[in-house]
């Protein structure tokens, strides 16, 4: 059974349409993230939720918005596509939301044309 | 200037060898976790340490809090080993957590 999936593991799509990411995990955690890796790979923060309440939320544009239905949940949102919103992006997870290990997701492409 | 950095970035060694991967960080830091990226792309957390030293298997991950400073060593390296090592620092802004993420160190193990 995989601890966090992701869905869709691909997702090809033109500027300016909404797409959504979903991220689903069975291991009880109570805190799930959303990573951006970009094309240096470098991984950057963007969003936190712990119980469904929104704790870290970085600098990111208002065109992304999370939605965390219940604590196994956090999907991600995002309107009016840009070019460089192309990215891999992953969902992790972690039991309470100071300091442990985080459990990642096989992340999604995004490729936005 | 990156919070966190990492050498080398790029490592190519034998199979057998004994590798040493670096990290060095300039805040205080919470927590510093070691992820291991496969080629495929998929991500997996291998160490989360706030002091001291830890082990599993053939992967080793010690801090220096003083310093600033972790290590990741790989003993007798084997090619199923090749991926990108990244290092990663927990710490509080106001409140707030923030993990930085350092650029990652790409091995490649020869057989």
């Known amino acids: 059974d995989t601890a966090v999936s992701q869905t869709p593991k691909y997702l090809v799509t033109q500027m300016g349409n909404d797409k959504s990411i979903k991220c689903e995990q069975n291991?009880?955690?109570?805190?799930m993230y959303w990573y951006k890796q970009d094309s240096k790979k470098f991984l950057k923060i963007m969003f936190s939720y712990n119980n469904k309440e929104l704790i870290i939320n970085e600098t990111v544009p208002n065109r992304f918005s999370p939605k965390s239905p219940d604590k196994a949940h956090l999907n991600l949102h995002i309107n009016s596509l840009e070019l460089g919103d192309s990215a891999v992006y992953f969902c992790?997870?972690?039991?309470?939301?100071?300091?442990?290990?985080?459990?990642f997701g096989a992340g999604t492409r995004l490729s936005v044309l | 200037k990156n919070e966190v950095e990492q050498s080398p970035q790029n490592l190519t060694a034998q199979e057998g060898e004994f590798i040493t991967i670096n990290c060095s960080y300039s805040v205080g830091i919470s927590a510093l976790h070691w992820l291991q990226q496969h080629p495929g792309g998929g991500i997996v957390s291998l160490f989360m340490?706030?002091?001291g030293k830890k082990k599993h298997g053939r992967l080793i991950a010690t801090i220096n809090i003083q310093e600033k400073h972790s290590s990741l060593h790989i003993t007798a390296s084997h090619p199923r080993d090749s991926a990108v090592y990244i290092c990663a620092v927990s710490f509080y802004v106001q409140g707030a957590q923030k993990l930085v993420f350092g650029q990652g160190t790409r091995l490649t193990i020869n057989p």
């Open positions: 291991l009880g955690h109570d805190t």
């Open positions: 340490l706030s002091s």
């Open positions: 992790a997870s972690s039991q309470g939301w100071r300091d442990s290990g985080r459990y």
